[in-house]
């Protein structure tokens, strides 16, 4: 069965900073999809980024970027320019191709202190 | 965009009640999942559906079930609750078949503002 790690339960970065989440994951498949979802307090959760494991290229989507280590299994989130916005749990998350079953990863609860 | 609501944000129920909640999509989104979130745990999948009347078990169905009569509502139903099923239950849903999960974004999950739901 596939799983996802998150190491750090909780991280803090100073606005205007960056920061980098670890997500970790374990699967025998080749074919898979990567997210980093974000749940701001009291707020829907939201996608922000996803990386399908075919593409070496790392995704980027504006301030947010990932670091994809397919040997590694390893999805990193790094956040630059932090904003007081971005202040949330921030979950990794893995799928497999074909398969609507998602793993999600513990969570980190990211601060941006101002 | 994409709205997935669901029917409270916050619930106060007491052991042995039913309870039952619900889910709704307006986007004739095929897939629709109900997971808990608890601290230190992630989310956790208990049920979802790839279509109408049909369902499959995630991996903590126990003490739950679920009813999907109309595409867009998807029912969390909590026979007879207890006090280890106090947790947040969110919901989601994405817009393709199960068959066709893939590169185009399909499998991108929306999901709803959650339920906290506390069991006395």
């Known amino acids: 069965a596939q799983t996802v790690t998150q190491s750090q339960p909780e991280m803090s970065v100073q606005e205007a900073e960056t920061v980098t989440l670890s997500c970790t994951y374990d699967?025998?498949?080749?074919?898979?999809?990567l997210f980093w979802y974000k749940q701001p307090p009291s707020r829907q959760m939201i996608l922000v980024i996803r990386?399908?494991?075919?593409?070496?290229q790392n995704a980027t989507e504006n301030r947010f970027s990932v670091n994809f280590q397919k040997a590694a299994k390893s999805f990193s989130l790094k956040i630059s320019d932090s904003q007081l916005g971005d202040t949330a749990m921030y979950f990794c998350a893995f799928m497999q191709y074909n398969n609507n079953d998602m793993r999600f990863g513990a969570g980190t609860r990211l601060t941006v202190k101002p | 965009d994409v709205k997935v609501t669901q029917s409270s944000r916050y619930l106060v129920k007491r052991t042995g009640e039913k309870v039952f909640l619900e889910c709704v999509q307006d986007m004739d989104h095929e897939n629709m999942f109900w997971y808990r979130q608890d601290p230190g745990l992630g989310l956790r999948l208990i049920y979802f559906s790839y279509d109408v009347k049909m369902k499959e078990k995630g991996d903590i169905p126990e003490g739950y079930s679920v009813s999907r009569e109309k595409k867009e509502r998807f029912s969390l139903i909590l026979e007879s609750a207890s006090t280890n099923q106090t947790s947040m239950y969110l919901c989601?849903?994405?817009?393709?078949?199960?068959?066709?999960?893939?590169?185009?974004?399909?499998?991108?999950?929306?999901f709803g503002p959650g339920t906290r739901l506390t069991v006395l």
């Open positions: 989601a849903s994405t817009p393709g078949g199960i068959e066709t999960s893939g590169g185009d974004g399909t499998d991108t999950q929306y």
């Open positions: 990386q399908e494991a075919y593409k070496q």
């Open positions: 699967t025998s498949e080749n074919n898979y999809y």
